[in-house]
């Protein structure tokens, strides 16, 4: 059984915790000793590993000057928006999702890797996963959707904790497990699937999720997290697929219309391809450096006019320069 949803077990929650805290006080000392402000990004993790007081919620709340936030699952009026409370609603803007859409693309399809994914059998439909084997990424999901897709294959991408126990599971299936790869191994990876499946619920952006549509390979994944802000609701079903969460139907009977259609799983695959160009990191850069590092500096420079104004007031007090003597008065009689 997978534990909650709320608080994931972690073996190392305190020192996760306590190496953010740290790094993080550094960052904002650092941003006064050179009169610079603090931009801090945030995602769900401190929320699931953090098994103390609130800490961190403090520190963001009353030390950074700005937060960007990977996606609207966090923005004011979302669920765990309002559990943390922890941002000032005003010092919020969404971190532009980007995704580098030169070392993943359609071009790097290799029939190699093809073949090694599917243990030599690279005829058969082809579903594919890339990322951090861990157990809060329900990757136990993917053996529900396998039972009832035979005559397909499916290849992890990626190690974790959790590897051990899916071998295991997966045992006497047509699973491959490649360990970590990278660079143009990876590229090919991506390319050379035929459907993404992503179970996760966890997810704050999901950048596998973006390589995987940068590569013209269809997704269909959970509809929980920043998933959504992918695969908006205008898009679905044109640049890829969600799923209701846990719901293995909903997930089988996507995953069966991409792997029987090749017409639609082509024309799907350059529709996401064709978005994800729009998401360059030059143009995510941009418009931090532009627009939201700007808006730092002002948020910046009210704050620090608003902490040194008692000690303007004190200092003229006590400072304050002694009223000058009236003159004489002479009598002239």
């Known amino acids: 059984m997978r534990p909650s949803s709320d608080v994931l077990p972690h073996p190392c ?49 009353f030390a950074q000057t ?8 966090f923005f004011p009026g979302s669920n765990i928006f309002l559990s943390w409370r922890m941002f000032p609603a005003n010092k919020i803007r969404l971190w532009n999702k980007g995704v580098d859409s030169e070392s993943f693309h359609p071009r790097f399809r290799s029939q190699e890797m093809r073949s090694r994914l599917t243990n030599g059998e690279p005829d058969k439909p082809l579903i594919i996963y890339v990322g951090r084997l861990g157990v809060e990424k329900s990757l136990d999901f993917h053996k529900r959707v396998m039972d009832r897709l035979p005559g397909s294959r ?29 660079g143009e191994e990876l590229s090919q990876a991506y390319a050379s ?19 995987a549509m940068s590569s013209g390979v269809p997704v269909v994944a959970a509809r929980a997290g920043g998933i959504p802000d992918i ?3 205008d898009q679905e079903g044109k640049t890829s697929f969600l799923y209701i969460p846990g719901d293995v139907d909903d997930c ?7 792997l029987s259609c090749e017409e639609l ?14 998401f360059g990191w030059k143009a995510a850069t941009r418009k931090i450096r532009n627009e939201q590092y700007t808006a730092a500096i002002w948020f910046w420079r009210k704050k620090r006019s608003q902490l040194l104004r008692p000690l303007q007031w004190v200092f003229r007090r006590l400072f304050r320069p ?3 003597p009236a003159p004489a008065i002479t009598n002239q009689s």
């Open 154 to 182: 499916i290849a992890f991408i990626g190690d974790g904790p959790f590897r051990p126990e899916l071998e295991e599971m997966f045992s006497g299936m047509p699973a491959v497990f490649t360990g970590t790869l990278q």
């Open 252 to 258: 089988v009977g996507k995953v069966e219309l991409l």
């Open 13 to 61: 929650s305190n020192l996760y915790s306590k190496v953010y805290i740290q790094l993080a006080c550094q960052a904002h000392v650092a941003s006064y000793k050179i009169l610079a402000p603090s931009c801090g990004s945030h995602t769900g993790t401190i929320s699931r590993y953090w098994q103390g007081p609130s800490s961190c919620p403090c520190y963001s709340r």
């Open 66 to 73: 700005y937060i960007l936030l990977p996606c609207y699952y």
């Open 231 to 233: 695969i908006p609701e």
């Open 265 to 278: 799983r082509e024309t799907m695959g350059k529709a996401a391809r064709k978005e994800m160009e729009k």
């Open 322 to 324: 002694a009223p000058a």
């Open 193 to 211: 699937g035929d459907v993404f499946v992503m179970p996760s619920e966890s997810e704050t952006l999901g950048f596998v999720v973006l390589e």
